[in-house]
Nanobody
Framework: QVQLVESGGGSVQAGGSLRLSCAAS????????MGWFRQSPGKEREWVAT????????WYGDSVKGRFTISQDKAKNAIYLEMSSLGPEDTAMYYC??????????????????????WGQGTQVTVSS
């Protein structure tokens, strides 16, 4: 089993920045991909970014491309989400996710929450205008 714990959320004014962290523990050797999703009340869970833990290759959702950066620290079994130019539309609960189903993960499937095996409890990000 894999446990994921997010941290770093908080309140920030529009235009500001935040850095989220996600620490993985347990059977982390199975993990090949990790990612971030977010969800606002009344909305579906939205894909933010995914990183391939072996190569470091990353993919982003259109709404965050150019503003958010996903990265990792393999030694710490952690991933991060650097968020900049934040706007009220970025307000949401941010969730860390991990996938351990094998080396291949089609880019067209990365946005689907069902493609991930483990989830954290989330960390709240609130952006005020």
């Amino acid at each position: 089993q894999v446990q994921l714990v997010e941290s770093g959320g908080g309140s920030v004014q529009a235009g500001g920045s935040l850095r989220l962290s996600c620490a993985a523990s347990g059977n982390t050797y199975n993990i090949n991909y990790m990612g971030w999703f977010r969800q606002s009340p009344g909305k579906e869970r939205e894909w933010v970014a995914t990183i391939h833990t072996t190569s470091g290759n990353a993919w982003y959702g259109d709404s965050v491309k150019g503003r958010f950066t996903i990265s990792q620290d393999k030694a710490k079994n952690a991933i991060y989400l650097e968020m900049s130019s934040l706007g009220p539309e970025d307000t949401a609960m941010y969730y860390c996710a991990a996938r351990g189903r094998g080396w291949y993960f089609a880019a067209t499937r990365q946005a689907y929450p069902s493609e991930y095996d483990n989830w954290g409890q989330g960390t709240q990000v609130t952006v005020s205008s």
